[in-house]
């Protein structure tokens, strides 16, 4: 399936692959390393349950921000339950999204885009979203599931980063997916 704005992943799908076992196919910690510091801001996008958010607002802590945004109000709500129990509900900020827009004027240092790219109407319009979000000097990494988005998918969402005005940085090993980390000159 190729950019499908009519298919999100429902909140039930998600509890398929949003556990803990999924630390062993994609480690937060180490995939995410070499680019989030503490109080950092960083920008969760189709964040889903959280899996993410909550990895991230650890390595952020308790001077950093995330900003976990989905489309889907049940996925916000776990992300909030799931961030309560973790004692991490003051640095994850959840926000709806519609499936043309962000809604975020805040500013961030990193943003993830993880397997939801294909799922957005217009991602030419939604890479240029998330470079005006980036700070000077912010990373976005993306990510896509190979099992679900082609190469030429993908490489066509880079040259749309690119053209945005995002310089290549990184090309990942990250299991299952391919992934590219942008920097926001």
Not at 85 to 107: E, F, G, H, S
Not at 132 to 159: C, R, Y
Request: proline share 6%; charged share 20%; net charge positive.
């Amino acid at each position: 399936m190729e950019n499908n704005c009519n298919y999100v992943c429902p909140v039930w799908m998600a509890y398929t692959f949003d556990n803990p076992l999924r630390r062993l196919i994609h480690n937060p910690a180490r995939m995410f390393k070499d680019y989030l510091k503490p109080g950092m801001q960083v920008l969760d996008l189709g964040c889903g349950m959280g899996f993410f958010s909550l990895a991230m607002a650890k390595i952020v802590g308790e001077t950093g921000k995330v900003y976990a945004v989905d489309l889907q109000p049940g996925m916000l709500k776990q992300v909030r339950k799931r961030a309560q129990k973790r004692n991490l509900q003051n640095t994850i900020v959840t926000q709806t999204c519609q499936p043309d827009k962000i809604n975020l004027t805040q500013k961030v240092d990193f943003a993830l885009a993880f397997w939801m790219i294909h799922e957005t109407p217009d991602y030419k319009a939604f890479l240029r979203q998330i470079y005006e979000l980036l700070n000077p000097g912010g990373i976005f990494f993306l990510a896509d599931p190979k099992h679900h988005v082609s190469k030429k998918f993908f490489l066509q969402a880079i040259t749309y980063a690119q053209n945005a005005g995002f310089r290549t940085e990184a090309s990942p090993k990250v299991n299952l997916s391919r992934a590219m980390v942008f920097l926001k000159p």
